[in-house]
């Protein structure tokens, strides 16, 4: 029965390469979000995915990430051109259809840019 | 951009001592939720609170709602090491977007044996 797994735990990427997260949901969650925890910073919501839809991408920043989560395999938070600023822990969490009453997150995957 | 203030941002404390931590905002919030961070692993949800004025125990955790619905305390009787960590508050505004949690910075506390 294994939680919300996230791979690569850590990633070490230089300026301007492209890089890939992703995330595998808990068995029977249909549902994955995406959030970014900067340093010295609290975490913010980025994206929300259904099986192949994108239900709420506000928080996402508008040029270089893309995220998607298809019908079969992880959902992929990719960025490409990556910068210094995009150095952080990036969670994603899964739920079931229906009312948020707390998430379970994976342990995330630290991105270093360098 | 509605804001959750959590306090004291930091709390060194000795094995065996009760504290408090609170979470406090100026906007109402459907529901509240607490986890606690550990370093280099994702939040673990603690408790999630609905209802103006609840009161919920986890075993010598001690969680309320404001009445208003727009702060949250944290209590810990008895704090030991293992309690150490980074707890995080975290609010959603109901209706169609309660999937969209707004987190406070956390306080990390540290126990001291």
């Known amino acids: 029965n294994a939680g919300v797994m996230q791979n690569p735990r850590h990633l070490v990427r230089r300026r301007g390469q492209e890089a890939r997260l992703r995330c595998s949901p808990m068995?029977?969650?249909?549902?994955v979000y995406w959030y970014r925890q900067l340093p010295e910073e609290g975490l913010k919501f980025m994206v929300y995915?259904?099986?192949?839809?994108?239900?709420?991408e506000s928080g996402m920043p508008k040029e270089r990430f893309s995220a998607e989560f298809p019908k079969e395999g992880p959902s992929i938070l990719r960025i490409q051109q990556v910068v210094r600023g995009d150095s952080a822990a990036y969670f994603c969490?899964?739920?079931?259809?229906?009312?948020?009453?707390?998430?379970?997150f994976g342990s995330g995957t630290r991105l270093t840019v360098v | 951009t509605q804001l959750l203030e959590q306090s004291p941002q930091f709390l060194s404390i000795q094995e065996g001592e009760n504290l408090t931590v609170y979470c406090n905002s100026s906007?109402?919030?459907?529901?509240l939720q607490w986890y606690r961070q550990e370093p280099g692993e994702g939040p673990v949800l603690l408790v999630t609170?609905?209802?103006?004025?609840e009161v919920k125990k986890l075993k010598r955790l001690t969680f309320q709602f404001g009445d208003a619905r727009k702060d949250s305390s944290l209590h810990i009787t008895a704090a030991q090491p293992g309690d150490t960590g980074l707890y995080l508050c975290?609010?959603?505004?109901?209706?169609?977007?309660?999937?969209?949690?707004?987190f406070g910075k956390g306080t990390l506390l540290t126990v001291n044996p």
């Open positions: 969490a899964s739920s079931p259809p229906g009312v948020n009453y707390g998430y379970t």
């Open positions: 068995k029977g969650h249909s549902h």
């Open positions: 995915l259904q099986k192949e839809n994108i239900i709420d």
């Open positions: 906007s109402v919030f459907s529901s």
């Open positions: 609170v609905v209802t103006g004025g």
């Open positions: 975290a609010g959603d505004h109901g209706g169609g977007s309660n999937y969209k949690l707004t």
